[in-house]
């Protein structure tokens, strides 16, 4: 490698923070979807499935990336997503025997990880391109970023829906709890109006 | 008769109730990504029903007739995986020898159909719900692709709308998608109390 060591960290180091904010996967790219509209109902769904995406996402990216050199074209996406199935499964069976309330919780959105976009995505635009190292960290900063934009979400949903977060009661006894946020409905307009207060931000920053 | 009625009801239910981008936020992807043309919307739809009917059913028989009988659940996520894979190739290959036109048009979202959720929900699904016998898998897996195919038209058109109307500022692009998205939810959850 001719790169200087300067610029080796300066490598590594933007892929770690990318996905943070710049490309984070939920609130700028508005790519696997499913999750943050999904499990986002308590912050403690939330997590669990943000802590499993890291794993997923890590683990996939190293594997895509050693075996870079062997993928053929036509054949890419299938590689891919047997990859991440693999790690899926046993994601899938960890949650099963160590937390299997949460488990059942998440049902069948753990397996669904198998489609995140993130994950294919990221195999395709960074770890099929790129080494082992910046392939994991562009991993462990997506998936924080895809974990802290799920859990904004749920701990907006949980506090006004329920009046607790992480199951602690936050807000006072006369607070009516919005009903209509754990449901369906709720998902979407909050995740819609957090985007438009990101909008309005980024825009008068610009300005 | 009461086999039909059950079937029937199936049917309604995944396509009004249960459906699957309305309550389970699968297939959100192409939903909110959705161009504003009709037209294209219902071509995608179209795929994915039929790619959904055929690997929802090739699941569910690989795994009522060989993994459970072999004990091999483990596995059961790299099968689905590698079955609508092979479900959507067929798909494409078919397509391309016989409808050039439309294998054009679909371009790279084709191939990208063995990533939509849908196609793996349903097969996850299935298994949830405990569809015990084949004509029920097909029928419930046909179902779920024509929901899909009605939410994203209902999208594309609102789309087409929405593109020469005056949306707020704060709220033009992805937000007033999403907050469309919901309110069609709402919408749909009037459909709660059809089935028992």
Aim: glycine share 8%; hydrophobic share 55%.
């Amino acid at each position: 490698m001719s790169a200087s060591n300067g610029s080796t960290s300066g490598l590594y180091s933007k892929a770690l923070v990318t996905g943070l904010w710049r490309e984070n996967p939920t609130f700028r790219l508005m790519i696997g979807m499913c999750p943050p509209l999904a499990v986002t109902t308590a912050v403690k769904p939330a997590l669990t499935m943000g802590l499993s995406v890291i794993f997923v996402l890590i683990c996939s990216n190293l594997v895509v990336s050693l075996m870079r050199n062997l993928l053929k074209p036509h054949l890419r996406i299938i590689m891919f997503t047997v990859t991440i199935a693999t790690f899926v499964t046993i994601c899938d069976l960890f949650l099963k025997a160590y937390q299997p309330k949460m488990s059942e919780i998440l049902g069948a959105y753990v397996p669904l990880i198998i489609v995140n976009c993130i994950i294919i995505f990221r195999a395709e635009a960074c770890a099929s391109k790129s080494g082992p190292v910046v392939s994991i960290l562009d991993g462990i900063g997506m998936g924080v970023g895809f974990t802290v934009a799920l859990c904004i979400l749920a701990g907006v949903r949980e506090i006004l829906a329920t009046g607790h977060f992480f199951d602690v009661r936050v807000m006072p006894n006369a607070f009516v709890p919005w009903l209509a946020l754990q449901m369906p409905v709720g998902a979407f307009v909050t995740l819609g109006l957090i985007l438009a207060l990101i909008n309005v931000l980024t825009r008068r920053k610009e300005s | 008769m009461d086999r039909f009625t059950a079937l029937l009801m199936g049917f309604l239910s995944v396509v009004l109730v249960n459906n699957f981008v309305f309550t389970k936020f699968l297939g959100t992807c192409p939903y909110l990504g959705v161009s504003g043309r009709i037209d294209r919307a219902f071509g995608m739809g179209l795929a994915v029903t039929f790619v959904t009917a055929l690997s929802g059913t090739l699941t569910w028989m690989v795994d009522a007739w060989v993994l459970t009988p072999l004990h091999l659940e483990i596995a059961r996520y790299i099968c689905y995986i590698v079955i609508i894979a092979g479900a959507v190739q067929l798909v494409e290959m078919y397509v391309r020898k016989f409808f050039p036109s439309l294998y054009d048009a679909f371009g790279i979202f084709l191939p990208l159909i063995s990533t939509n959720c849908v196609i793996l929900g349903i097969c996850l699904f299935l298994d949830v719900w405990g569809t015990n016998n084949l004509l029920e898998a097909v029928v419930i897996s046909t179902g779920t692709g024509i929901g899909f195919t009605v939410a994203i038209c209902i999208m594309a058109a609102i789309r087409e709308e929405l593109a020469l109307s005056d949306v707020p500022e704060a709220l033009q692009g992805a937000p007033i998608t999403l907050i469309t998205a919901g309110l069609l939810t709402l919408a749909f959850m009037g459909f709660a109390g059809m089935i028992k």
